[in-house]
């Protein structure tokens, strides 16, 4: 059971259909909102757009991405009911909505959705009272997921899986979410496969052992990520990890060299001050400034890295800044020191087969690639690979992707090393034609740590 919608603030650059990323998209000439890849998609999209068509029309603007999902929503169950399938375990009706537990702030937030959606929803559909209305909101509120494009690079919509909201929460979890988009782009429709919300095991789980998944980013603190829960899904972690605050000490702890630590009030002094520069940098990315924010993020690393502990999630947080912006403007030696950089404080900290890790791995081998640095760039990739194979399945993009890099990359490495006058002439000649390119234009920290579960504005 699915029910997804595209992000508001991207519905022009994503098919609503396959999720898929592209620079040029067929616009639905009837509500001008919906955007598709060409007419296979938009018909296979049309079931779900049919009613959202007119609504929109008749409505005469576009409502947010959480109303345009409940009545999504409510369109599916006026026609098939609250049990769709053999598969289904639970309905939306048993499913928690926490509406009591909201803050006044957020309840004021809520009573102008109900109020939009009554003015989007057609006088022709079903009526619902405003409690059923609130429930579908509060649902999804607190068990809605971030849908990400075809490529796992960006969060581009938000759905519903009503299943997954049976599996709770633990921070250092035995398995994780992942989308798999399915095919929907083949001319023939009896080749398309659904997208489909897969659950999978980060390694072998005992029987009787509960299935869990992380909720919120490990990297956050203990009390940060107690914090989310409560916030977000209005309940008490009280795992391993909070309880015992594991690893909490390297994340934001001081460098030791040859057995001399830092005073307590030097690591202070540096975490303070390297907060306030991720601020100012966070600033310099949205006015998209990218020369002011390597300005910045040097200045600070430059400043704290003698400091702070390479696991320490403010120097983390600036490596990953640096180098995805340095990758960006194509200073690829200075990205790859910083990527890699990053990489190895991730895996002292993350599950060794987290797809953050993964993700990250990948980022990083790619980064040394377009520096040149073939021999580390491979590696990489293969370790993203190996993460990402459990993570993801072997039939997923991302994976296909990867696979067909690291091929490209250990047929380079034997170039390299037969002759590297000839691989380096030959790279130059590709890369003129083909640079190898996985990122965008970069986002906020958070996003390049993007976990599935949706967030609130």
Wanted: with cysteine.
């Amino acid at each position: 059971l699915v029910f997804s919608d595209v992000c508001g603030g991207l519905s022009e650059r994503i098919c609503h259909s396959c999720f898929r990323r592209q620079e040029k998209l067929q616009r639905c000439g009837q509500c001008k909102f919906a955007h598709y890849c060409d007419r296979t998609c938009q018909r296979a999209g049309w079931a779900e757009h049919k009613l959202e068509c007119s609504a929109i029309k008749a409505y005469g603007k576009v409502p947010n991405e959480n109303i345009r999902l409940v009545a999504r929503i409510m369109w599916r169950l006026d026609k098939e009911g609250s049990t769709v399938s053999d598969m289904q375990l639970t309905t939306l009706d048993e499913l928690e909505d926490h509406i009591a537990d909201m803050p006044e702030d957020d309840l004021k937030e809520l009573k102008v959705d109900i109020h939009n959606f009554l003015d989007y929803w057609p006088h022709n559909s079903k009526q619902h009272t405003i409690d059923d209305i609130s429930h579908i909101f509060g649902v999804i509120n607190c068990n809605g997921f971030s849908v990400s494009d075809q490529r796992g690079l960006q969060a581009v919509g938000v759905g519903l899986f009503p299943n997954l909201c049976l599996v709770n929460h633990d921070c250092w979890p035995n398995c994780t979410v992942i989308l798999n988009h399915g095919n929907q782009s083949a001319v023939n429709t009896m080749f398309h496969s659904q997208r489909r919300i897969e659950l999978r095991a980060l390694g072998k789980i005992a029987e009787g052992e509960e299935l869990t998944v992380a909720y919120v980013d490990f990297l956050n603190l203990s009390e940060e990520r107690q914090r989310l829960l409560k916030t977000q899904y209005f309940f008490d972690c009280t795992c391993e990890h909070c309880k015992n605050r594991i690893k909490d000490d390297i994340k934001i702890g001081g460098r030791e060299e040859d057995g001399v630590k830092p005073s307590e009030e030097q690591v202070k002094e540096a975490t303070d001050y390297c907060f306030q520069m991720l601020e100012k940098m966070e600033k310099a990315r949205l006015n998209g400034d990218y020369h002011e924010v390597v300005k910045i993020c040097r200045e600070c690393i430059e400043k704290t890295e003698p400091v702070l502990a390479d696991t320490h999630i403010y120097l983390l947080r600036m490596w990953s800044t640096m180098s995805e912006v340095q990758a960006y403007l194509q200073y690829f030696d200075d990205a790859a020191d910083y990527a890699r950089k990053m990489v190895e404080g991730y895996m002292k900290l993350y599950h060794p087969n987290n797809a953050a890790l993964g993700m990250a791995a990948m980022r990083a081998g790619v980064t040394h690639w377009q520096a040149g640095q073939i021999e580390v760039g491979h590696g990489m990739i293969c370790k993203a690979y190996a993460i990402l194979m459990i993570t993801h399945g072997p039939i997923h993009p991302i994976t296909k992707d990867l696979d067909a890099m690291r091929i490209q990359t250990e047929m380079e490495l034997r170039m390299f090393k037969q002759n590297e006058y000839v691989y380096h002439s030959m790279r130059e000649a590709a890369l003129k034609n083909k640079p190898m390119t996985m990122m965008h234009e970069p986002k906020s920290v958070e996003e390049g740590i993007k976990n599935l579960f949706h967030r609130r504005k």
